[in-house]
């Protein structure tokens, strides 16, 4: 690293090195073990790096990086492999990076970071030359613009700013949910659809995604990317390239062992202090990446291991041995809040309950989830494709829209002279209540009668679909609170819906299965057991 020509060769091929030489005033020479990993993935396609707050994760990905790409051009390359097994020529590739935060602010304060490295950074400036601002002819600084000399250009957006048009060779996106935002529902779609829908569309084939930040809600965007798995076409699952496109990292500020994370940073004393400074809820999120809906949250995400209670619908082995044996299928469907009302989602559950009634372990397969948006026609039809598909029992609320529903599926039903098993649900306990017509439970005390389902493990999903994805979500982060524009718990209601059938079903298997009680006397002389006529009850 003494010498300028090794040292300049070495570091534009490894970040890390850059990292290290030309930024000690960041880390002190110092930096932390847990770093290596992430930081030497920088070739990778699809990064996701999730890091407790205060870990200086935004100084290495949004200072370091984009100064890293800009100065040495480290992705250049001479040709470039078509599909075809061709190749064309790409001698000069222009780097155009965008950094976006959740504010504009955010990203134009690493923009200001940029030109002042540039300016004034006596090792970098040795190695790499000074880079002008003197304006078009030597480049161009804006608030939130640089280009330098070598036409590398780095620019900043923030969440939800117009970004069309642009063609980057990279994207970093650095924290772009904040916790106040997180805690809309509303807010919280908008921002998966800016980044599926704006951000992706920005991307080239050959195009870099990196992410970083920390998860302030468990259904925010990196908390569904960290969980999500990319199903890739068999096709390419035997290409590297293609078979794994996302590289994870994910990192606590406490590791299992109670050892802190980065000793360098935060030594396990000070990790201490703040926790006992901050609430439990601001611990687990930002520095322990693992935030609850709640202090008790009703489904926690621990129930819903893939690994525990996943299995495949389309498996050809679970088509052929228990798709048919299915002892009974129950769908319930959840409709729009109100009559005509566009804004809500209807949602319609399918589980099947296997064929182990009696046994111990019971096995109930969520088979179908649908939530979409309908009028009322469009609902009815959907519910009756869902009772045509799986010939099963489907189920409705019987309390106001959710009755009058019932009412007009049946309607519909007989128009089209198909008859099918649909029952409604008032959910009423009356052991529970002393009134001749107990009082329905509310949605939390629904769900809290089902919870036994998902604690012991019998209620299995197919991981592979994005609904259940979305379902699962919906699950962790139910309250039971009725709150208007409040969270999204369609999911949740037809899924309790169905288990609540369930649970009818099994009691009454169960009592029907029980054996007669039989009195049995004993012999008065020699002490033998008999059963006398009439025993049986």
Not at 110 to 138: C, F, M, T, V
Not at 499 to 516: F, G, I, M, N
Request: charge should be neutral.
């Amino acid at each position: 690293m003494s010498q300028p020509a090794s040292r300049k060769k070495l570091v534009r091929e490894h970040f890390y090195l850059f990292w290290w030489y030309y930024f000690p005033h960041y880390h002190n020479r110092q930096i932390p073990e847990y770093k290596k990993a992430p930081i030497s993935s920088v070739y990778e396609m699809r990064l996701l790096d999730i890091e407790p707050r205060e870990h200086g994760k935004s100084v290495v990905w949004s200072c370091g990086y984009p100064l890293w790409v800009m100065l040495t051009n480290p992705y250049s390359r001479e040709v470039m492999p078509l599909e075809n097994g061709m190749f064309r020529y790409a001698p000069n590739q222009e780097e155009e990076i965008i950094q976006i935060s959740y504010a504009g602010a955010l990203p134009r304060k690493w923009i200001r970071r940029h030109k002042a490295e540039l300016s004034a950074n006596k090792p970098l400036i040795a190695d790499w030359g000074y880079q002008s601002s003197r304006g078009l002819g030597d480049g161009i600084w804006t608030s939130d613009e640089i280009r330098l000399r070598n036409l590398a250009h780095c620019f900043s957006l923030g969440s939800g700013s117009q970004a069309r048009g642009q063609h980057p060779t990279i994207i970093i996106i650095d924290d772009l949910e904040d916790r106040e935002r997180s805690q809309n529902p509303e807010l919280r779609a908008k921002d998966k659809e800016y980044f599926y829908a704006d951000v992706f569309g920005l991307l080239k084939p050959d195009s870099r995604l990196f992410v970083v930040g920390t998860i302030v809600h468990q259904d925010s965007l990196l908390a569904n990317l960290h969980r999500k798995e990319i199903e890739v076409p068999p096709e390419l699952a035997k290409k590297p390239q293609f078979s794994q496109p996302w590289t994870k990292f994910r990192f606590q500020a406490l590791l299992p062992d109670n050892k802190p994370l980065a000793p360098e940073v935060w030594s396990y004393e000070h990790l201490l202090l703040r926790k006992a400074e901050i609430p439990p809820s601001v611990w687990r999120s930002e520095f322990m990446n693992d935030p609850e809906s709640g202090e008790n949250p009703i489904f926690p995400r621990s129930w819903f291991r893939p690994d525990m209670v996943g299995y495949r619908l389309h498996d050809p082995d679970f088509q052929e041995r228990v798709i048919p044996k299915l002892r009974q299928v129950f769908s319930f469907v959840d409709p729009a809040c109100e009559e005509g009302e566009m804004n809500d989602y209807t949602a319609i559950v399918t589980v099947g309950l296997d064929n182990s009634i009696g046994s111990n372990r019971v096995k109930i397969y969520v088979l179908e989830i649908k939530m979409f948006r309908a009028s009322l026609r469009g609902q009815l039809t959907e519910a009756l494709n869902t009772w045509l598909k799986w010939k099963g029992l489907i189920g409705f609320e019987a309390i106001q829209y959710q009755s009058m529903l019932a009412k007009e599926f049946g309607a519909v039903c007989d128009e089209q002279h198909i008859f099918p098993q649909y029952y409604t649900t008032n959910y009423r306990e009356k052991k529970l209540a002393k009134e001749d017509r107990p009082k329905a439970l509310d949605k939390a005390s629904r769900a809290h009668r089902v919870t036994h389902f998902f604690e012991m493990g019998n209620v299995y999903f197919d991981f592979s679909s994005p609904m259940t994805e979305r379902l699962i979500d919906q699950l962790t982060t139910f309250t039971g609170e009725n709150k208007k524009g409040g969270e999204h718990d369609d999911g949740v209601d037809a899924l309790v819906g169905c288990l609540w059938k369930v649970q009818e079903y099994l009691k009454t298997e169960r009592r029907e299965k029980a054996p007669s009680r039989v009195n049995i006397d004993y012999d008065p002389d020699t002490g033998a057991p008999r059963i006398s006529e009439g025993a049986y009850d």
